[in-house]
Every structure is written in structure tokens, then in C-alpha cells.
């Protein structure tokens, strides 16, 4: 019997991609770039977008007419695109954005504005500690600036107040960008330029203000705008730079002012009698801030903005091009010509089969665990004769409540890593992916029971759900009490904790039961801290390739390209979204929002931090990812107590990994640090003495 | 009366056999959308062990004994006991009978969706296996109320599967492992009820092409 063709599969996880960011919410302009620049058929763009073939066509035919597609304005964001890339490679700058350069009927300070804001919406990120200098630029980038999708921000203000009547000073700026936000204000209480030296250290030193400057060495992003010196530029109007003979003969070698700093024309700080009197960020902590953003365009400020390039001040510039070009022409350099044309990227050949270690892929499961069984033999041994069943050498004693794992194969060292002392007693496993049969569960029961009972923990599943339940029965019926822990740890899955699956969580919940029942407490508290455990454990995975079963070696489903499924399980199911492919950051970002939501942890609160694999992520992508974790765990004020990063809760060969947090108290924290010596799990006892 | 005699028709559970072996990577496809694609593996699993263990002379009730018994003590996953407690359900129906008539047939069948109907706690229109088995048992029985012969009922019976089957097309997934999908498991046809109305069919043509008629 054939697979019936059904027109309703076909359109499948495409179709709900939405729109990248690069074209806002424009499909016709998607549709136009998708036909024009990367050259892709009419019906490969209604499957991208998820329209119909003939609405590609009109979308094209409206991009034509509205002008969307337009030989000037392409040759005009082209020559934007190209000083962008001179002056990146060029002043070594991490990011720049020029806007084409549009000939007036907008001032220009609102297209940087609006320019800026875009910039920084990418840019920002929940965590963040934002410093803010002031200036029109800035002021305008705020007021462009809309978002709800940041959580934990704080905005310092860099730059002590001033009191002319402008609409950009510090103040201003710090309170917008805040407001744009939705951040904490840090405001700098205190004037920009004081009358004395004294008068200065006196004001650092009073604690409001000298609190406020602390936070200035915390910074990990700057917005500054960039001043010229000319007569009629915003500093004097500012009144950061008071007129006068005085000051003007002090700062003559100085070409521009950023941050409160006067700088030359090579970017080294100019000395007057300002800088003993200033109080705001200085140039060494402005150094040490990773991401320093500069908004400023306008031909008057080339020399200032140069000087700030070279004196790498800001890494990060957003301009327009009559002002990139500029910066360019001066530094000596040519402005590159546009030269329009494609740049191709050979795509990987699509794996058909994969390639793996195998004999006979039916007998893979039985020769796999004929060898974990000898490698792990310190450790464990089968119960009847079958490894389907294995049992601790130093785990079921009389009177301790034994504990019984298990699940399907394929995810290990799940689940037969954590035989050992101190946390599982006992092991039933199936095959790839599918939960034992009720025989081994019971084999596993016997032989752990010490007379205390026997605690069941699984991954909830249906088909364990029933296995688990049918062998439960049978070990009743026999005199051997069994308690029944389903662990639901993964937050994607579903947003009532009962209906949730079992993931990576499992480990930690293992580890907190294997404890309890180590120390000798009854099943009822060894199954109530296992609860425990299992209601404060979140975890969320992200899969970037999908698995291959032994069986077909093929990949399970496909992940596009430029495509990650979030909230992937650990048996190959594709997981909750389809979603673009981001960076380790935006992905580690995702995920800690979603756990942080379920959890709702309070400032100083602890989490032990299980950074896993799914199978084919190296570790050195699972530390990037914990570095961020941890970042936004900080800003957060919540403590990693402990960490573990490694496989410890597979699917295969799936290329992702899974970020689990277990909220803790000192109960819990206690059972995670039980000494435990199993394969996959080892905690050394304190040394005492 | 149309029936078919118990004794000695082991051989239509081999059949049912060949033909989960023969759907196997069709079954895993199809699971691989939405679930973990490892259905026609496990299944072809189950089902190709208990035809090695026929040894041809079992009566119908004792081959869908054997194979109960290998889906619920060697198979796992939770296809194993479903369909392990379908079978077994089945078997005990026609225990020690000797003919099995057009009534004997859909009690059998009955029996059969009592059992995973206890041990599931899935309902109509959740995209599972009852979508195929729910809509077959009612038209088989409505197909004998109406007047029309064992062979036409079990023709009836096998559409109706198969028409379930497609229906699970456009249902959202309520139980197992693709209800964590939600909407996402909409376009896809269930695996489960694929395979059961791929057992329910080849069911009914075994049991039609060996009526007798006396």
C-alpha cells in the first residue's frame, strides 16, 4: 500500500518561517530580494514564504512598479554596503552600518536616529549593563527605539549633567534609551564639569555618586555620540565647553569630544584644565567596555569621528555615507568602487546517509551493551544473564530503598551511566528510542530491592508510562512496594509540569534520589525528594541537525540550512518552533528566557547549571553557550552553585544540546553534593580531617 | 453462514506479519514527521519475530496469542503494550471456539479496542491508532445491521480504517509523544492509526479470502 500524497504535508515547517529581520515585515521585498540577489525561482519563494506561486508573481510585479526594485537605489545601498566594508576593515571595527546618503528631505540626524535604533535593537541584549553618552544622535536613536523583548537591562548614564537648555544632555539621553527599553535608569548625579579639583573628589566620594560611577566598570555596551570642535557644534551649545580664550588655547590641538573627552586628531586625549574638574566615565574604563557603539554622521564631524576611529575609541560606527566617505578620503583611502555582481556560496551536499560505526543495525542496541557492560564493569553487571537489566556491584543493600532507572537506548550515557553508588541501583533498557518492556523492568526491580522498596524514575512518555506501570503491577504483586517518579523537566514541551517530557533533567533528578535513598531514608522521602528535584529542574533544547537511527541512517527530518528547531526533545521528535538559526548568544538567550519565565528565580537565589550535548555538539559550543548562560544569569542576580557541562542526556547523533537549571535550596543542594561514583556521575567525598 | 474455522488459521497472522514487515519504512517515515520514526522499525520488530515463531499449525487464537505476547514482553515503546493488549484482547474473544462467525468477528474485534482503550487513555479524534480501529469497528457492525454478508462488512470495515487513517491527516495530536507539537502536528498522518489500519485490512482480507460458506 503506497503512502497516499496528501497536498496538506506539503507545505510543512516552511510555511510558518516568518520574515528575517532584514526585511522588517516586507514581503515585497523578501519576494524582490529572494528573485533578484540570490537568484531563486518563483516557486522556491511562495515555499520560502509560504504563498502561492502566483502571488510571488504579483509581489514581483509590485516591487517593479512601486520602484522597490530599482536600478539607482541599489546602486545607492551598494556604495552604502561597500565604505561600510572599507571602513570595518580598515579602523578594525566589529560592526558599521552606513545608511545611503539621501539628499535632504529628512534631516540627517533622524535618519541616523532611525539608523541607530536599528543597529542597537540588534545589537542589545537582555543582561546588558548600557552606558549612554549624550548628543542629538544619541537623543535621536532613543526616540527611535522601541522594543519589550529585553529583560534584566540597566542604562548608566557616562556622563555628569549639564544644565544648558538642549534636549540632549546626558540626563536626557540615559532616561530615554531607558525609557526605550524598558531598562533600569542608573542616573549620574552629579554636574558634568564641578568648579574645582576638590570639589570633584569630594562629590566621587559621596556615596550615591560614587556608587553610580561604579557602575561605569560594569558597562558591556556604550552608545556615544561624537562632537566636533567648530564654533557652532552641539559642545558649545551643550555647555560642556565654556567659550573663552582660556579653554580655547588649551584645547586647540583638539579635533573632536567623546565621552567628555577631548581628543586629537590622532585620538590621543588632549590635557586642559577640564579633565581634574570632569566627573563621568574616563578613557581607560571607556577602553575596557567590549562593544563601543558610536551614532554620528554629518561631513563636519569627519575629523572628530576619525579621530575617535584611530584612537579606537568606538568599535562599532553607525553612519552615512557622505560621512563614511569622507572619513575614508581623509585617511588616505580610496572610496571602493560598487561593483555589482554575486557572490556565491557553494552549498553543502545534503547528507543522504550517514555514516556511522555499525555491524548488523539490528543487533547495534545488544552490541553496544555488550560493551558498556565490560567497560563498566567496575560498576555494574546484568541481572539474569541479560543486559537488558543491570544491576549496581555497590548499590542494593538491605534496608535502602533502591532506585530503578530507564528508558529507551540511544540517549546515552542515559541511562545506564548512572549505575552506581549513591544513584541508580538498577537499569532496564530498550531499544533505540523505545521504552523496555515490563520483563527487564521487573528484573531491575528484583534485584534492586533491598526490602525498602523501590523508587520507578523515567522520562514521562506513554510508552514508559505503560511499561514501567505493567512491570510496577507485577513487583507489587510480588512484595516489593514501588514508587513512581515520572521527571518533566522540559519546559518547550508543554506548559503544565505533569504533561512535560523527560529530558537532560533526568540526571539531576537521579542524582537528588540516588542521595536520599543513600542515606538511608524511607521510600515515601526518597519518592518526595525525587518530586522535588523533578518540580524545580527547567531545561530546553535547540537542535541544529537532526539524528539518524541506526536502522535507516538516515536523518530523521530535516532542519533547513539556515534554520535551528527549538524545544527539541531527546528522541528525534522535532521540537516546538522551526526557527531562523541564530548565534550561540541570541540562541542561549532564547533559552534562558523561556527558563528563567517557568522558574521565576529571586535576586540571589541558586541553580546548580547542566550544559549538555545531544550528541554531536563539541564541548567547546557548549561552554559558549554557558558563558552566556552565566552572563545572564548575573544580570539577573541568580548564582550558579554548580555546573556540570558534557553528554549526559543524548538523542544519537543530533547536532544541539540542552541547557538544564535545577532551582535550589539547601535540601536539594546537599543531595547533588552526596558523593556518587557511577560511569557517567561522580561526586568525591569531602575530604574530612 | 459466512465464518472461518479457528483451528489451522494461524497462517493469517503471518500474513498480518508480512505485511507490517513489508510497510516497515513507509511506517518509519511517516512516524519520523511528527514522532520519532522508529514505528515500522519497532513494529516490523514485533511482528517479524512472532512470524519466525509460528510454526504453522496454530489456530487463529493461538497465533494472535504469540503475538501479543512477543509486542508486550519484547517490544517496549508504547506500540509493544497497545498492540500487545489489542491482540490479547482478540485471542481471549476466540478462545476455544471453534468457528468464528460474522458476530464472533466483531466481538473479536470489540475486544480487541476494549483493551486499548483501557490501557491508552487516548479518545477519538486525538490522532491515534482510534481513529482508524474506532471508525472500523462501526461500520462493521453497521455493514451486518444493514442485511450485507461477512465479506462485505469486512470490506466496509477496512474502508472505514482507512478512511480514519486519512482523517488523522488534519487532527491536532492529543496523546504520545507529537502532542508536544500541538498545531504543528496538523498535515501529518498518525503513524499509529496508519499501521492499524494496515493491520485491520490485511485482517479482513485474510478472513475473507478463507470464508467458507456452509
Known sequence: MPPRSSSGSARGADAGAGVPLRFGDDLLLWASWLYYEEGMTQSDIARIIGVSRASVISYLADARTRGIVNISIETNRLRALSVARSLSEHFGLKDCLVIPSTGGERPLVESLGAAGAQALRALFRSGDTIGVGWGRSVLAAAKALSTEALQDIRVVQVTGSTSAHVPYTPAACATAMAAAIGAECIPLSAPAIVSTPELRDLLCRESPVREQLACLAELNRIVLGIASMRPSSTLHASGLLKDGPMFRDAYAGAVGEIAGHFVDARGLPVSGPLEARMIGITLEDLARVPQRIAIAGGVDKVPAILAALRGGHANVLVTDAATGAGILHAEGLSVPQVRPGQETVAGLPVRTRVKKFLNAPDEAVDEALEGAVADYAGFLRPVRGSNRALVALDGPRPGKVGVVIGGGAGHDPCFLGYVGRGMADAVAIGNVFASPPPGPILDATRAADGGAGVLHLFGNYSGDVMNFEMAAEMADSGGIAVRTLVTTDDVASAGERQARRGVAGNVLVFKAAGAAADRMLPLVEVAALARKANDRSYTIGVALEPCSLPETQRPLFAIGAGEMEVGVGIHGEPGVARQALENADDTADLVVDRILTAMDPKQGDEVALLLNSLGATPLMELHIIGRRVRQRLKARGVVVARSWAGHYCTSLDMVGMSVTMMHLDAELKGLLDHPCHTPAFRVAPVATG | ?214
Not at chain 2, 465479506?151 to 466496509?156: D, I, Q, R
Request: with cysteine; net charge negative.
Open chain 2, 1 to 214: 453462514m459466512e465464518r472461518i474455522a479457528n483451528a489451522g488459521n494461524g497462517g493469517l497472522v503471518a500474513e498480518l506479519a508480512a505485511v507490517i514487515v513489508e510497510n516497515k519504512a513507509w511506517l518509519s517515515e511517516i512516524d519520523g514527521k511528527i514522532g520519532d520514526g522508529d514505528h515500522g522499525v519497532n513494529m516490523a520488530k514485533g511482528f517479524g519475530r512472532t512470524a519466525e515463531r509460528l510454526e504453522g499449525g496454530e489456530s487463529l487464537a493461538e497465533a494472535l496469542s504469540v503475538l501479543s505476547d512477543v509486542l508486550m514482553s519484547e517490544i517496549g515503546g508504547s506500540m509493544g503494550p497497545l498492540y500487545g493488549m489489542m491482540f490479547s484482547g482478540m485471542a481471549e474473544a476466540i478462545e476455544g471456539a471453534e468457528e468464528i462467525d460474522a458476530e464472533d468477528f466483531g466481538a473479536m474485534l470489540q475486544a480487541g479496542l476494549d483493551e486499548v482503550r483501557d490501557i491508552g487513555s487516548a479518545e477519538p479524534g486525538d490522532k491515534t491508532l482510534l481513529d482508524a480501529y474506532v471508525p472500523a469497528v462501526d461500520a462493521y457492525g453497521k455493514a451486518l445491521a444493514a442485511g450485507s454478508g461477512m465479506s462485505a462488512a469486512l470490506e466496509a470495515m477496512c474502508a472505514a480504517a482507512e478512511a480514519g487513517r486519512d482523517a488523522t491527516i488534519d487532527m491536532v495530536a492529543k496523546v504520545g509523544r507529537a502532542a508536544r507539537l500541538g498545531e504543528r502536528s496538523r498535515g501529518v498522518q498518525d503513524a499509529g492509526a496508519t499501521s492499524c489500519a494496515l493491520i485491520l485490512c490485511a485482517l479482513a482480507k485474510g478472513t475473507a479470502s478463507r470464508l467458507s460458506d456452509a
